[in-house]
């Protein structure tokens, strides 16, 4: 039996937590337990007030976890390495894998997947190639969509602005709402986004390594991507053809990168969506975790 503690989390019914599943699905069977219980393994995130993971110094569980999902920098003070090393085992989240910064790098959109190991014929990569095939079959009734909430950043309007030059945008969300809501949940998007030719999707900030499940959202509903960030999204893991990278930073190429996607949109939608060692990168990543996961707890 192994005890888990969450302080700072999302909140989601524990049994239906990714990493209770993750665990049990790959260590053994869990137990939802209190801070005062000194847990086996306590997982932390930045959803809450700083004093709450200072205070796990005091917790005398074997294996402390910090897990961000989302850009650090937005949720200061959790963007202070220091201090999350002095207090956790194991740092994971998009930054590449260190473990002697005790780093590891366990991107956001894996949790958006109930996949917990890679297996070879039932995976997260088989599961979005086969929603990508059935869907970008469908006849397209939207040319253009943005589902976003806010563009903080101004990322998003500048891509809007250029790819409504050449057809309608439509905005189902709070940004730039002109037609009607659809539902919350990732289903309700998938099958919204079956609809849409062009996806503009970028990240809401950039940083080293930063990639969420918005791309691959994008492509699991069969659209083409317009997508911005730090860099081309998991270039080990998804084909460069498959999306259009829009580079804000150059109006000039971006501007010819979106017109060319708009002119030859079978160009993006040829071939398949993974490379050749996208199945190795994901079995690391699982692997890399449980390993860290286990050899902590058991210390």
Same mark, same amino acid.
């Given at each position: 039996?192994?005890?888990?503690?969450?302080?700072?989390?999302?909140?989601?019914?524990?049994?239906?937590?990714?990493?209770?599943?993750?665990?049990?699905? %790959?260590?053994?069977?869990?137990?939802?337990?209190? &801070?005062?219980?000194?847990?086996?393994?306590?997982?932390? +995130?930045?959803?809450?007030?700083?004093?709450?993971?200072?205070?796990?110094?005091?917790?005398?569980?074997?294996?402390?976890?910090?897990?961000?999902?989302?850009?650090l920098n937005l949720h200061p003070p959790y963007n202070n390495d220091k201090l999350l090393y002095d207090i956790f085992?194991?740092?994971?989240?998009?930054?590449?894998?260190?473990?002697?910064?005790?780093?590891?790098?366990?991107?956001?959109? &894996?949790?958006?997947?109930?996949?917990?190991?890679?297996?070879?014929?039932?995976?997260? &990569?088989?599961?979005?190639?086969?929603?990508?095939?059935?869907?970008?079959?469908?006849?397209?009734?939207?040319?253009?969509?943005?589902?976003?909430?806010?563009?903080?950043?101004?990322?998003? =309007?500048?891509?809007?602005?250029?790819?409504?030059?050449?057809?309608?945008?439509?905005?189902?969300?709070?940004?730039?709402? %002109?037609?009607?809501?659809?539902?919350?949940?990732?289903?309700?998007?998938?099958?919204?986004?079956?609809?849409?030719?062009?996806?503009?999707?970028?990240? %809401?900030?950039?940083?080293?390594?930063?990639? =969420?499940?918005?791309?691959?959202?994008?492509?699991?509903?069969? =659209?083409?991507?317009?997508?911005?960030?730090?860099?081309?999204?998991?270039?080990?893991?998804?084909?460069?053809?498959?999306?259009?990278?829009?580079?804000?930073?150059?109006?000039?190429?971006?501007?010819? +990168?979106?017109?060319?996607?708009?002119?030859?949109?079978?160009k993006y939608i040829e071939g398949e969506l993974f490379t050749k060692q996208a199945g190795e990168k994901i079995q690391?990543?699982? +692997?890399?975790?449980?390993? %860290?996961?286990?050899?902590?707890?058991?210390?």
């Amino acid at each position: 039996m192994i005890t888990l503690s969450y302080i700072n989390f999302w909140k989601q019914s524990f049994d239906t937590m990714y990493f209770t599943r993750f665990i049990e699905e %790959n260590i053994g069977h869990v137990k939802q337990v209190s &801070l005062e219980d000194n847990p086996d393994i306590l997982i932390a +995130s930045c959803l809450g007030n700083i004093n709450n993971v200072i205070n796990i110094k005091n917790v005398k569980a074997k294996c402390k976890i910090f897990f961000y999902g989302e850009n650090l920098n937005l949720h200061p003070p959790y963007n202070n390495d220091k201090l999350l090393y002095d207090i956790f085992d194991l740092i994971v989240g998009y930054k590449y894998t260190d473990l002697s910064k005790k780093q590891i790098r366990f991107p956001l959109w &894996l949790l958006y997947y109930e996949y917990y190991r890679y297996d070879e014929n039932d995976n997260i &990569l088989t599961h979005l190639q086969n929603k990508y095939n059935e869907n970008i079959k469908k006849k397209k009734t939207i040319f253009s969509s943005i589902i976003a909430r806010h563009d903080r950043g101004g990322q998003r =309007t500048i891509i809007c602005d250029e790819i409504s030059k050449y057809g309608e945008l439509m905005a189902p969300s709070t940004y730039r709402k %002109n037609t009607a809501s659809i539902g919350k949940t990732s289903n309700d998007k998938i099958n919204y986004l079956s609809n849409v030719k062009y996806n503009v999707c970028p990240e %809401n900030s950039v940083f080293e390594g930063y990639c =969420t499940e918005k791309i691959f959202q994008a492509l699991e509903g069969g =659209t083409i991507p317009l997508y911005w960030g730090t860099d081309l999204p998991e270039p080990e893991i998804i084909n460069k053809n498959k999306y259009c990278f829009c580079n804000i930073n150059n109006r000039e190429a971006m501007k010819k +990168s979106i017109q060319n996607v708009v002119k030859n949109p079978e160009k993006y939608i040829e071939g398949e969506l993974f490379t050749k060692q996208a199945g190795e990168k994901i079995q690391l990543f699982y +692997s890399t975790l449980l390993e %860290n996961i286990t050899i902590s707890s058991q210390s």
